[in-house]
């Protein structure tokens, strides 16, 4: 998808979104309880920048169990972002987010985080180098040794096996009362607009972006979750 389109769609979707999805909930409170695992040795006063924040699931998570912790949510669809907003002011942490609308690359430079998630969001680039450069944009706001989490869906869709898991996760996504004109728009999308490669690549694709080799820490059907630290050699975009 190009920038307008994801725009566009998740405007659309953001009224609803997590109403639509909640039936679903069990595979994102999975991901959060390891997610915060992933991040229990950061600073008591960690800076955590979250790409693509949507609604803010993943915030409002970690702002329960970090109550020093700092957000800057950054999200290019403004329903959304305001859907994120909401949901951190009725949660009482709202005192502790930036919300910035708008992609990475408009976020103002500042002090490096010390880290980043980013979940369901780079699959939406199809050009390989670009989400590579994703990737280092990410690597360049977070401090040396920064900490990253990102999903993805992921898979060899060439694969038996894995089209027959592809089967098993179109089934499951059903339960989320997708009518069956949705998930035919679903299928149609992940040959279309959404880069599903197989895991492997994905991994090469975050190292060609600047961290060390990523480690799985999650797999829930085709949503694959890693973290990674930026590399030593990575260079870093200086402060104002």
Same mark, same amino acid.
């Given at each position: 998808m190009d920038r307008d389109?994801?725009?566009?769609?998740?405007?659309?979707?953001?009224p609803t979104y997590d109403q639509q999805w909640s039936k679903l909930g069990a595979l994102r409170d999975c991901l959060h309880l390891l997610l915060g695992s992933v991040f229990a040795t950061l600073p008591a006063q960690a800076r955590i920048?979250?790409?693509?924040?949507?609604?803010?699931?993943?915030?409002q998570h970690l702002a329960s169990l970090f109550p020093g912790w700092t957000f800057t949510a950054v999200e290019p669809s403004p329903a959304m972002l305001v859907a994120c907003r909401e949901r951190a002011?009725?949660?009482?942490?709202?005192?502790?987010?930036?919300?910035?609308?708008?992609?990475l690359?408009? +976020?103002?430079?500042?002090?490096?985080?010390?880290? %980043?998630?980013?979940? /369901?969001v780079s699959q939406f680039i199809l050009d390989r180098r670009e989400r590579a450069a994703f990737f280092r944009a990410i690597a360049e706001r977070l401090r040396p040794g920064g900490l990253l989490a990102s999903s993805d869906l992921a898979s060899d869709l060439e694969s038996p096996a894995q089209r027959q898991l592809l089967?098993?996760?179109f089934r499951t996504m059903a339960t989320a009362d997708l009518s069956a004109e949705a998930l035919q728009r679903m299928r149609e999308a992940y040959q279309r607009d959404v880069a599903?490669?197989?895991p492997a690549e994905v991994e090469a694709i975050i190292r060609a972006g600047g961290f060390d080799a990523p480690v799985p820490?999650?797999?829930?059907? +085709?949503?694959?979750?890693?973290?990674?630290?930026? %590399?030593?050699?990575? /260079?870093?975009?200086p402060s104002p």
């Open positions: 389109q994801i725009k566009t769609t998740f405007d659309r979707q953001a920048l979250c790409v693509g924040a949507g609604t803010g699931a993943e915030i002011e009725a949660n009482g942490y709202a005192r502790r987010c930036r919300f910035h609308e708008g992609y690359d408009s +976020l103002p430079a500042g002090e490096p985080f010390d880290a %980043a998630t980013c979940f /369901l089967e098993v996760w599903v490669l197989p820490f999650f797999q829930a059907g +085709l949503i694959h979750a890693w973290f990674s630290r930026v %590399a030593p050699d990575t /260079l870093h975009t």
